[in-house]
């Protein structure tokens, strides 16, 4: 079955560009069309960031959109999110996600701190 | 945006108690309304899609209902793992949201 795993820095610095890989296991990242983004601050709640689809079509959230890009590599089986110009606000959980029925699958999460 | 409402924010119960969470939405968002499980420290966990339909594996215990605006997420018979924290989410439109979260407590 398939399994995903965040990899990436765990402290960026403020105006800094957080970079986040998510690696597809089990499966190929082709077998499905449409791969997410959701982070969650330290005792808050799910934020969606957004997604990309097979096509490399990409949704964002309007509160992050100018400072955000998702893409995928099929040839490594992995989709990666950039955010530009972090802030403290931007310090939490990070979480990647297949999207099938529902965001069914979902990795474990790594956890980034934006700090100088 | 669609604004996600669940209520209530928290609710204590006990094992075997039947648990019913409620969910919102700001405008009909017809059933693309999912539920999910977090517990502390944990990724959350998918239970339920299209408002009703179970993800595979999910216990027959969890049950979901409604359409439009209004949605329910049943618990039957709450047991000691159930305790948790649970979202609702809409994917009718974009920008995708979850509501604010309901945490399950032992009485």
């Known amino acids: 079955q398939v399994q995903l795993q965040e990899s990436g820095p765990g402290l960026v610095k403020p105006s800094g560009t957080l970079s986040l890989t998510c690696a597809v296991s089990g499966g190929s990242i082709s077998s499905s069309d449409c791969w997410s983004w959701v982070r969650q601050p330290p005792g808050k709640g799910l934020e969606w960031i957004g997604e990309?689809?097979?096509?490399?079509?990409?949704n964002y959230n309007p509160s992050l959109k100018s400072r955000v890009t998702i893409s995928i590599d099929k040839s490594k089986n992995q989709f990666s999110l950039k955010l530009s110009s972090v802030t403290a606000a931007d310090t939490a959980v990070y979480y990647c996600?297949?999207?099938?029925?529902?965001?069914?699958?979902w990795g474990q999460g790594t956890t980034v701190t934006v700090s100088s | 945006d669609i604004q996600m409402t669940q209520s209530p924010s928290s609710l204590s119960a006990s094992v075997g108690d039947r648990v019913t969470i409620t969910c919102r939405a700001s405008q009909g968002i017809s059933n693309y309304l999912a539920w999910f499980q977090q517990k502390p420290g944990k990724a959350p966990k998918s239970l339920i899609y299209?408002?009703?339909n179970l993800q595979s594996g999910v216990p027959s215990k969890f049950s979901g209902s409604g359409s439009g605006t209004d949605f329910t997420l049943t618990i039957s018979s709450l047991q000691p793992e159930d305790f948790a924290t649970y979202y609702c989410q809409q994917y009718n439109s974009y920008p995708r949201t979850f509501g604010q979260g309901t945490k399950v407590e032992i009485k």
């Open positions: 990309i689809y097979q096509s490399e079509s990409t």
């Open positions: 996600a297949r999207e099938e029925v529902g965001l069914d699958v």
């Open positions: 299209a408002a009703s």
